[in-house]
Nanobody, 117 residues
Framework: QVQLVESGGGLVQAGGSLRLSCAAS????????MGWNRQSPGKQRELVAT???????NYADSVKGRFIISRDNAKNTVYLQMNSLKPEDTAVYYC???????????WGQGTQVTVSS
């Protein structure tokens, strides 16, 4: 079992920045890739960014050049630095971790990000 606790969401004006954190605990030695998804009202959950255990990253086209995902394995924490935020970035952001040989997914509880215009 893995527990994921997110922090860092909030309200920011367009053009501003926020940094999300996701701390993992439990059976962390079997964590593979970690990342962030987001969901806006009335929309499906979408991938934002992922980072492998080796540090390879992948981003949604909508956030490339603005968001940076990073991972501190010593602290069992993944971060999402969000810059040049837009109102369309408003969503609940969920951290996830792939775990074990079957890559079972654990999810955090979500953190709200609201970008005002």
């Amino acid at each position: 079992q893995v527990q994921l606790v997110e922090s860092g969401g909030g309200l920011v004006q367009a053009g501003g920045s926020l940094r999300l954190s996701c701390a993992a605990s439990g059976s962390i030695s079997s964590i593979n890739a970690m990342g962030w998804n987001r969901q806006s009202p009335g929309k499906q959950r979408e991938l934002v960014a992922t980072i492998s255990s080796g540090g390879s990253t992948n981003y949604a086209d909508s956030v490339k050049g603005r968001f940076i995902i990073s991972r501190d394995n010593a602290k069992n924490t993944v971060y999402l630095q969000m810059n040049s935020l837009k109102p369309e970035d408003t969503a609940v952001y969920y951290c996830y971790a792939g775990w074990g040989h079957n890559n079972y997914y654990f999810w955090g509880q979500g953190t709200q990000v609201t970008v005002s215009s």
